[in-house]
């Protein structure tokens, strides 16, 4: 079943997406991703930044979970993290 929500992307993919957070509407983490990499399919940068990010799916870290197994909620919010320099 679809779902709909929000993506949201911090530093260098905020940058890449040139904006803070879209909608989704998919099922699973890796249809969001999908989604996400086709709607910036004009800015390959974007797609290299996503290999590095780990995600947040309503606040539980997604990990080495495989992106097709991780279910979105209606209303839920994905974060997107790329690494971060620093403490």
């Given at each position: 079943m679809t779902t709909t929500g929000t993506v949201r992307y911090w530093a260098a993919a905020k940058a890449a997406a040139g904006t803070a957070e879209e909608p989704y509407a998919a099922a699973t983490l890796a249809e969001a991703l999908d989604a996400a990499r086709a709607a910036h399919a004009a800015n390959p940068e974007f797609a290299r930044v996503l290999l590095r990010c780990s995600?947040?799916?309503?606040?539980?870290?997604?990990?080495?979970?495989?992106?097709?197994?991780?279910?979105?909620a209606e209303g839920g919010t994905v974060e997107v993290l790329p690494p971060f320099a620093g403490g």
């Open positions: 995600f947040l799916v309503d606040g539980d870290p997604v990990g080495t979970r495989d992106h097709g197994a991780v279910p979105l």
